[in-house]
Structures are given as C-alpha cells and as structure tokens.
C-alpha cells in the first residue's frame, strides 16, 4: 500500500497501535470514546478495544470530534505528516495550503487567514476551504488552531515561559482568546495544565529544552557525519560519536523586525526516536520559528515508510537515510556557491575564511561557538577585493553579493514554505546560479522532496553514468522511477547505496 494516496484502513491503524509502532507515529492519531481522549499509536497506555477507537488522520479532525490531547504521549511531539503526490491536482493544493499554515516565516509580516492563503496559492478562497476540507475534513482555520494549540501546549509543557508569552508566540492575538482556546479544546486552563506537569524552573542562561518527535528509521550517525564533513568552525560543532549524538549551533533570525541571536543544542534520544532540542534564552521569543527549523534541518517529518515504498528496490541499505537540511536557507545557499565545481573541504575552507573575516561574535556556553554566519547586509556589502582576498574567484562573488541583496531585500525567501518553482526561477536569475545549484538549494532549504541536481559529478559516478555522453540526461532518465522522492535517491546515491542490476 502507498500511503502517498491511500490513508492506513482503520484496522491497519489498530494494529500499529498494538504493536505501538513507531514508524507510524504522526500518520494517524486513535480517539478512544470512553475516555474522550486521542492519543498517538505510540502512546504508553494500555490498548483501548477496538470498538472504542475511532482514528483520524490529522489531529486538528480528532480535536474537531470532541477528543482531547493525551497528556501522556502528548500528540504535540509526534512528526508531522508529510505527504507528496505528482498527479492528483486537488491533493497537491491542499497539501500545498496546510504546508504553508505550518510554516512561519510564510506569515511573518501578517496573519494568516483564509484569504491571504488563497492569493498565495493563486486560486479563490472558496475553492481552498473545499478542498481543505475534502481533504483533511476540517477547515484551513480548525487546522491552524490546533496547528497553534499544540505550540501552545508543548511549551506549557517543556519550558517555564510565562503563559502570555506563550500565547503570543504561539500565534493568538490575545491572552484572552488563547484561554478560550484552551478551555474550549481541552477542557482545562494552561495554569492547570502546567501544574499537571513537572516544574521547569530552571537557572537564567541554562536556555529551553524541548523534545521532537521523529519516525524510525533514523540513521543518526550518517545525518551527523554529513554535517561533520561540512562543520564549520566557531558557528558548529558535531559530537557524532558520544553517548548522545549531538550537534551544536550559533543562530540568528530577524523576526517583526527584530534580531534575535543565540545559540542551540540537538541531541538524538533514539531509544525514544526524539531529538532533544536545547536553545537559548536570547531566542525564546522565536521558539515555535526555532523548531520548526530544526525540524526541517534534521528531516523530522519524513515518512520512512512512503519513501522507503518507492526507494527501497534500488536503495535496499538506505532506508534509514534523510535529507539533511539548513537551519537558515540563506547560509546553505552562500555555502552552495562556494562549493560550485570543487571538493566538499575545499568548500569548507572558504566558509571558515569567510566566517572569521565577516562572521560577527556572540556569546555562548561552549568555547567552539563564538562567532554568527555573516548577515546578508554584511555580505550584500562586502567588496570584490575583500571576498578575493579569501580566495573566492570573481563569478562566486557576484553569486554571493547577488544572493545577499535579495535575501536583505526580501526579494528572495529560501525557506520550506517558499514556492518552490517561484524560487528557483529568482535564483537562476542571479549571476553564477545554475541549475545543479538551484536544485542543491531546493533540496536542502526549500525542503523539496524531488529536487535532482542532475548534473552533479558524484552523482554521475554513483549511478555508473559518467562516462556518457550525455551523463546529466543519462542521470534523470534513471531518476523517473524515484519520482516524488529523487532528493532522497541523491543523497542515497552519495552514501553509497545504490544496488545496480547485475
């Protein structure tokens, strides 16, 4: 069965939640009517019977029935659902609307509402509620709300930031509307909820911890040696090895016209499969905006099973494999031009020159973090003589000042609720971007599954055809039967899994 078009039968889901299957977590979510409660099929509790399950697909449908949050397996935590089709059109669209209701830099300069979604993806809004609702069984706006329930609700949970921040950072205009919210869904108060749960006191500088929900199979140790070849001294650092497989970061980003600067820590929990994000004080304010990136750096939302369905054949010891994303698009698309036509170390070599010339210092508790990546001002200012100076040839800085301008000017959003199409049309447009650069960025900051930068040299080899003639269309013909799912054939390609015929 392929769940990119067919949703799991409800008996199916009663399996899977048995066997507290966590491939499925996220997929489906169980209402148990006796109790008026929906839980994910990982949830630790005893198995409800079968006749008291109703299961839904989206948890905004299992809140829209009258069930409320478990406060053990806590829905908030599990993997988004993420789903791709290339042919069904009201399938695309709809799915197109809810990934841009879960990304926030989409509505970082407005509120979203239905209209503004609808001029957006081009079409009316009595089309996108129709098929929003055809699709998920409840309105754009129910699945905001519990979209903006569950931010709520896990930061209640895991941090101690007074509840009228929590509110606002979490997408409500107003206290007072956000504890109606709460009341009307889950019956009880955020004060009561938080009192529910352990205290998060907490020492001023420690930062906030919180915990993200990933399907298995995960392969921890390839995602981390992937970030390890391309570390970065002073703005990284990758401990693949420990206990704890964890990578450390400087980060900045500029939200209502503020800066906010800082630091954070990933640590893998793979007995629980959960990444264990710690981050800064200085970037509580943009905390929903922080997860969401990290859950798109590390490729939390994947779902193994889907990719795996249409993978598995030609990539049979790459299962475990995701593709590796980019806390800021903008970064990975300066360091994309540095790499244009050379090794991975020599890339990283004009990155680290760059970053000790232009990067800007912050303060953190670890001494291998101190500097931030340069800003798109700085770059966007920097001089032709400066940028030569760190061995950047001429075609590569005008790359670079060009991705900078547009970047600072807002002409350019390279992030996962960006269209894809738009964007990679305004990055060829740039001096010195092509088309293998284009996809390299699309796969990795605008998050899209079927990027395949077919021109690639390592992807030649990897798929027997460099010695072609033509080994770029030699490369996507072999990809057509990847289809929607190529950007995870590359980077299976590149680690090596490839199984060729013969």
């Not at 369905?309 to 590796?324: A, C, K, T, W």
Request: contains cysteine; charged residues 20%; aromatic residues 8%.
């Amino acid at each position: 069965m392929n769940r990119e078009t067919t949703p799991l039968a409800d008996n199916d889901c009663y399996l899977a939640l048995k066997a507290r299957d966590a491939r499925f977590d996220g997929s489906f979510f169980t209402g148990v009517t006796s109790t008026g409660i929906y839980c994910r099929p990982v949830c630790s509790v005893k198995t409800p019977k079968r006749e008291n399950c109703r299961f839904f697909h989206h948890a905004a449908q299992a809140e829209n029935a009258g069930f409320r949050p478990c406060l053990r397996c806590r829905p908030e935590l599990a993997p988004h659902s993420v789903v791709w089709s290339i042919q069904d059109a009201s399938y695309i669209l709809a799915h197109q609307a809810a990934r841009l209701l879960d990304e926030p830099e989409v509505w970082a300069e407005e509120a979203p509402s239905v209209e503004k979604l609808a001029a957006k993806l081009g079409v009316s809004d009595r089309h996108v509620r129709r098929i929003f609702e055809a699709q998920f069984g409840v309105s754009p706006m129910q699945y905001l709300q519990t979209h903006r329930l569950h931010t709520a609700k896990q930061l209640l949970a895991d941090t101690n930031l007074p509840i009228t921040q929590v509110a606002l950072i979490s997408g409500f205009a107003s206290v007072r509307r956000f504890n109606a919210a709460f009341v009307e869904h889950y019956k009880l108060n955020p004060t009561q909820l938080r009192r529910q749960g352990p205290a998060r006191v907490g020492e001023v500088g420690e930062g906030v911890t919180v915990r993200l929900g990933y399907r298995p199979p995960y392969d921890v140790q390839a995602m981390l040696a992937f970030f390890t070849k391309r570390c970065i001294n002073a703005i990284e650092f990758v401990t693949p090895d420990a206990a704890q497989p964890a990578l450390g970061r400087t980060f900045s980003v500029e939200a209502n016209g503020k800066l906010h600067a800082g630091w954070l820590l990933a640590s893998f929990d793979e007995s629980r499969s959960q990444l264990v994000l710690r981050v800064s004080d200085s970037l509580r304010e943009v905390l929903p905006l922080v997860i969401r990136r990290v859950r798109t750096t590390f490729d939390l939302d994947a779902d193994p099973v889907t990719i795996n369905s249409v993978l598995h054949e030609s990539f049979p010891d790459g299962d475990g494999l995701r593709v590796p994303g980019a806390l800021c698009g903008y970064e990975l698309a300066v360091r994309a031009v540095l790499g244009q036509q050379i090794t991975v170390a020599a890339a990283r070599t004009l990155a680290q020159r760059m970053v000790d010339r232009f990067g800007e210092p912050v303060e953190t508790p670890w001494p291998q973090l101190t500097r931030l990546f340069p800003s798109p001002a700085v770059l966007a200012a920097a001089s032709g003589d400066a940028l030569g100076q760190l061995g950047i040839v001429k075609q590569r800085q005008a790359a670079i000042v060009g991705i900078a301008e547009a970047v600072a000017s807002k002409r350019l959003q390279l992030h996962s609720g960006a269209d894809v199409n738009a964007t990679m049309a305004t990055l060829k447009e740039l001096p010195g971007i092509g088309d293998w650069t284009a996809q390299y960025i699309a796969m990795r900051a605008l998050r899209w599954p079927d990027a395949f930068p077919a021109g690639d040299v390592a992807l030649h080899k990897a798929l027997g055809v460099q010695g072609k003639k033509n080994p770029a269309r030699e490369a996507e013909e072999a990809s057509a039967a990847w289809k929607p799912w190529r950007s995870y054939a590359v980077i299976r390609a590149w680690s090596g899994t490839l199984e060729r015929p013969g």
